[in-house]
């Protein structure tokens, strides 16, 4: 069974740092691509970061800079880390996981980010 389990959201002022991660099970994590999507009130989902298997990044505008994606093999754990984050940060977060196609096909249950201002 595959199962994706987000934690380390939460309330932060804007300014400040958090740090969310994913533990991935029941698939080959090395030959997966992950990434951390997100959903703000009203919004449509989309993509914050993507790793490839072999840690190539990317990162939507709105994040480059102040966002990292990583990747443990070894702990099977994908990573965000957060830095000087925005109001409009606020969102759901989730992670996922593509195994075949190029569009995630498994997704964890979502971590609340919220930011104040």
């Known amino acids: 069974q595959v199962q994706l389990m987000e934690s380390g959201g939460g309330l932060v002022q804007a300014g400040g740092s958090l ?15 992950k990434g951390w999507y997100r959903q703000a009130p009203g919004k449509q989902r ?6 490839t298997q072999d840690g190539s990044t990317n990162y939507v505008d709105s994040v480059t800079g102040r966002f990292t994606i990583s990747s443990d093999n070894a702990k099977n754990t994908v990573y965000l880390q957060m830095n000087s984050l925005k109001p409009e940060d606020t969102a759901v977060y989730y992670c996922a996981a593509t195994t ?18």
Do not use: M
């Open 46 to 51: 989309e993509v914050v970061a993507t790793i």
């Open 19 to 33: 740090r969310l991660s994913c533990v991935v099970s029941g698939i080959w994590f090395n030959w997966t691509s």
């Open 100 to 117: 075949r196609g190029s569009s995630p096909n498994y997704w964890g249950q979502g971590t609340q980010v919220t930011v104040s201002s």
